[in-house]
C-alpha cells in the first residue's frame, strides 16, 4: 500500500497539467480550508469522524465514508480527529463522465446530484472492497510500461461504477424516510418541475407558482429535507447545465446564456461566477472543452 504522505501523479504530457493524482493522508490538513479544484475530487475516509462542509452545507460522518466532488465544487472537511484514507483526483480530459455516463452512470449520483449530501457510507466490506482497488491502481502508477493510461482508466471506471452502486443501494434508505414525511409527494413534484423548467423559470416564486404553494413554504420545506434553500437548488442545477455545456461543445458563452434563459450574456457571466467562483471562460480553459472534431 501507498506509505504515508506519499503521492503519484499522472500528467498530461499535451498541456502539462494534472490528469491523475493519488495520495494519501493521516490527517486532515489537506482539507482543513475550502478547496475549489478544476478536476474531480474523491475522498476515500477508511476511519475518522468530523463535518464535511460541501456547497456551504454541513453533514456530519462517522466511520468509513466517501466524499466525491466535481470540478470547483467547494468543500472542505472539519475534524479533531486523526483521518485515515486515500484521495483520488483527476481531470475531465482524463475521463469526462458526461461522455462515459452509459459506462460508469455516476454524473448525478456521485457528482452533481443536487439533492442528496456528496457522500457514501461504507460498510467494512465496502472498504476493503474499494481498497483492493486502490492496491491496483497504486500498483499501476508506479509501471510506466504500455498501456498504463488504459489501465488506469479502467480501474477508476471500476471505482466510480462501485462507489455509484453503493450510493444507489443506500437511496432506498431516503425514499423510505421521505414517505414516512409529509411532504413526499411536492418534493418529488418540485424535483421534477426544477428539471423541466430550469432554463426558463429561474425564481422560487415561479416554482411555487407551479406547485400552488407560498414561496415561504416551500423554501422551509427545501431546506428541511435537502438542507438548502430553493434558490440554492434552481441556482446549482442552472450552473450543472452551464458546466456540462462548456466542457462538452464549442458554444459561445452567449449561446450557452440563451439556451440557459439568460438574455444579458454578461449578467449571466455574473451569476456563473458567483455560484462556480470562476469566470464560464476560465472554467472552460482550464477544466476543458470538447475541441471541434473531438
Known amino acids: 500500500m501507498l506509505n504515508a504522505h506519499q503521492t503519484y501523479t499522472l500528467i498530461n504530457p499535451g498541456n502539462r497539467k494534472l490528469a491523475f493524482k493519488i ?6 490538513s489537506s482539507f482543513d480550508h475550502i478547496q475549489r479544484l478544476n478536476y474531480y475530487s474523491l475522498l476515500f475516509i477508511k476511519e475518522g469522524n468530523g463535518k464535511l462542509i460541501a ?3 454541513e453533514f456530519s460522518f462517522t466511520g468509513s465514508s466517501l466524499f466525491c466532488f466535481s470540478p ?3 468543500f472542505m472537511v472539519d ?3 486523526p483521518l485515515e484514507g486515500f484521495a483520488i483526483n483527476f481531470h475531465p480530459d482524463f475521463f469526462c463522465i458526461h461522455k462515459h455516463q452509459k459506462e460508469v452512470a455516476c454524473n448525478g449520483v456521485l457528482f452533481n ?3 442528496t449530501p456528496p457522500m457514501v457510507l461504507l460498510k467494512k466490506e465496502d472498504v476493503h472492497h474499494l481498497e483492493t482497488i486502490i492496491e491496483q491502481i497504486l500498483v499501476e502508477m508506479q509501471n510506466l ?5 488504459e489501465l488506469l482508466l479502467s ?3 471500476i471505482f466510480l461504477i462501485t462507489a455509484s452502486r453503493l450510493k444507489v443501494d443506500q437511496n432506498p434508505l431516503a425514499k423510505n424516510k421521505l414517505q414516512n414525511a409529509k411532504e413526499p409527494f411536492i418534493l418529488q413534484t418540485l424535483k421534477d418541475a426544477i428539471e423541466s423548467h430550469y432554463k426558463t423559470k429561474h425564481t422560487a416564486s415561479d416554482y411555487a407558482s407551479l406547485l400552488n404553494i407560498s414561496p415561504k413554504a416551500l423554501t422551509k420545506i427545501t431546506k428541511k429535507h435537502f438542507n438548502k434553500t430553493l434558490t440554492d437548488l434552481i441556482s446549482e442545477r442552472i450552473i450543472i447545465e452551464a458546466k456540462r455545456e462548456l466542457y462538452l461543445t464549442n458554444k459561445s458563452v452567449k449561446e450557452i446564456a440563451y439556451e440557459l434563459g439568460y438574455d444579458d450574456e454578461y449578467y449571466f457571466s455574473r451569476f456563473f461566477k458567483v455560484n462556480a467562483d470562476v469566470s464560464p ?7 476543458g472543452f470538447a475541441r471541434i472534431n473531438a
Do not use: G, H, M
Request: without cysteine; aromatic residues 24%; negative net charge.
Open 281 to 287: 471562460q476560465l472554467y472552460r480553459e482550464t477544466v
Open 79 to 81: 475534524s479533531e480527529e
Open 72 to 74: 470547483y465544487q467547494p
Open 113 to 115: 446530484d443536487i439533492y
Open 55 to 57: 456547497d456551504f452545507s
Open 155 to 157: 480501474y477508476l471506471k
Open 145 to 149: 510500461q504500455l498501456a498504463q493510461y
Open 23 to 28: 495520495f494519501s493522508f493521516e490527517d486532515n
